[in-house]
């Protein structure tokens, strides 16, 4: 208790310009009543907006039952019978409901605890001779470096944090990201951002405790009405618009099958080209910056479960996974502990900013063309008097084009990892071996392949070849753990990662060889190389249905 309260009793010392995160409780109501202001006007027909809530809600909770469900049975019964005023006053009433329930929270006492304490004992976690016993030494921030590892354009980054708001658009394959992003961007010496997170994660008590006072907001995946939707999209759009800095995964939710995202959701990012219109309509723009990124990581907290929905073919319609590896503490604790001896665990990789059109802006935050001449953001959004305006359609196109550009960015700034090479080139022998061209055929094989170490070493070598060509053109990045190593020194850096973590080992070795075991595991990591064409993939057809698999270039 006393390291706890000197920690509370340390200046604060951010390392950067104060950012508005930091007076964000001062503001909060007057954030709800913009938010509630702003869907109260923009809802043209409440009694549609009205009926379609209640209708969702009726039939979600019809199973659980409870006062919450009577409520909406009664409303639905007295939609009919309300005047105008009444529909509106009831909207604004569930509006702001719903806002209060989405808005999040910032404290700088927690943030000062969680800068000196938790991003140390994650640096702990994460480096090979860094123990527990080890971690007052760890208190000093500058000994992280090289176990946290954060790649990119960071000065860059810190810059326009200051002439503008950031929002940051990173790749998504596990829960704990938005932790680690946040370590990075503490690492990085850049302000903290407001960030949506899924609110079946406040459940966890000291998970929530710190989501809740380091300015995340709770987003309710069970409530699809529209009404909803655009409470916690004008929220969104509100902080942007205010210079609160957001982070978004605009995968929309974690990778399934292990791969880099391909297609992106933008409908909540896409609330920063909104806010960027509405500041310029009103006068006083404010810029608005995305800066994709790629959490790269040796091991998934929960793979086998991901890759389980990825297979069944429930990642579609099974939008929440409650039940995975991230809600069980025992097997959180045994992931860390298994990182406790992994180098370079985790890296983080900025790719280079973009404006809210696509286009890559310097320091300043100006933006650039493909010929690197300066061009005004704000004529993209002349409305037909030549003045600037809303146009929803016209903008839903603008945030089509930057998620293409987005996707670009997230294959180009993979970092590529020892379990994503010895992966690949095992499912390759595996294919070779039971010369099977249908991948759930192939995933049957378990305990039945044995693939021999030297030439599973040779593979590897090639394809680390292969990354080196890749890397020469811009097009993919090597971790710094492999540069420069054999094929052998990268095969035993995986199995140590693989070994002891999952359930079901990967593989097993035996004598000269290594058997193939969880074969769906071996897919998932692999997967991570399928955009880059050095593994395995499904056929983008209808065969695809069927399993059928293309060779790697």
Request: aromatic share 10%; hydrophobic share 40%.
């Amino acid at each position: 208790m006393k390291t706890f309260f000197a920690w509370r009793a340390m200046p604060i010392s951010y390392g950067f310009v104060t950012a508005p995160i930091f007076d964000f409780n001062a503001h909060r109501s007057d954030i709800v009543d913009e938010v509630v202001g702003r869907v109260s006007m923009q809802t043209t027909n409440p009694l549609l907006a009205l009926n379609e809530a209640a209708y969702f809600e009726t039939r979600r909770l019809s199973q659980a039952g409870g006062a919450e469900l009577g409520e909406w049975q009664k409303l639905a019964s007295q939609l009919g019978r309300m005047v105008d005023a009444e529909l509106r006053a009831t909207l604004r009433t569930y509006a702001e409901r719903y806002a209060w329930d989405i808005a999040g929270n910032f404290d700088r006492r927690v943030y000062a605890f969680a800068s000196r304490a938790i991003v140390p004992l994650l640096g702990a976690l994460l480096s090979p001779k860094h123990t527990l016993r080890h971690l007052r030494e760890s208190l000093d921030l500058t000994a992280l470096d090289g176990r946290i590892l954060v790649q990119g354009p960071r000065e860059h980054v810190r810059k326009l944090t200051e002439v503008g708001t950031v929002i940051y658009v990173p790749t998504h394959s596990s829960n704990v990201d938005s932790m680690s992003f946040g370590f990075a961007l503490e690492r990085a010496g850049l302000p903290p951002a407001v960030y949506g997170a899924g609110k079946n994660l406040f459940t966890n008590q000291v998970l929530s405790y710190f989501m809740h006072n380091l300015g995340a907001y709770r987003i309710d995946r069970r409530l699809r009405h529209a009404l909803y939707k655009d409470v916690l999209k004008a929220y969104s759009s509100v902080l942007v618009e205010r210079g609160y800095h957001s982070l978004f995964f605009p995968g929309g939710t974690r990778s399934r099958s292990g791969g880099v995202e391909a297609k992106v959701k933008l409908g909540l990012a896409g609330t920063g080209i909104e806010a960027f219109v509405r500041t310029t309509v009103r006068g006083r723009t404010q810029k608005v910056f995305f800066v994709p990124a790629t959490i790269n990581s040796l091991l998934t907290l929960e793979a086998e479960t991901l890759i389980t929905d990825f297979l069944q073919e429930e990642g579609k319609a099974r939008f929440i996974i409650e039940d995975d590896e991230s809600s069980r503490i025992g097997r959180v604790a045994a992931f860390l502990q298994k990182l406790l001896g992994l180098d370079g665990a985790c890296i983080i990789r900025f790719s280079r900013p973009l404006d809210c059109f696509g286009n890559f802006v310097d320091d300043e935050g100006r933006s650039l063309d493909e010929r690197g001449r300066f061009v005004d953001p704000t004529t993209y959004i002349l409305g037909r008097g030549g003045e600037p305006a809303l146009d929803p359609q016209r903008d839903a196109e603008y945030a089509r084009e930057l998620g293409e550009q987005i996707v670009h960015a997230y294959k180009r700034d993979t970092v590529v990892m020892a379990t994503h090479v010895v992966a690949a080139c095992a499912f390759s022998r595996l294919c070779q071996v039971a010369q099977e061209t249908d991948l759930f055929a192939l995933l049957r094989y378990r305990d039945d392949v044995a693939i021999s170490r030297t030439e599973l070493a040779l593979d590897i070598e090639s394809m680390l070849a292969k990354i080196e060509s890749l890397e020469a053109r811009g097009q993919i990045v090597m971790a710094p753990t492999l540069r420069g190593k054999r094929g052998a020194d990268v095969l035993a850096a995986a199995l140590r990662a693989f070994g002891g973590y999952h359930t079901q080992p990967m593989l097993t070795p035996r004598g000269s060889n290594l058997v193939v075991g969880d074969t769906r595991l071996l897919f998932y990591y692999q997967n991570r190389l399928t955009a880059h064409g050095l593994a395995f993939s499904p056929i983008a057809s209808k065969a695809s249905r069927h399993g059928l698999l293309r060779a790697p270039n």
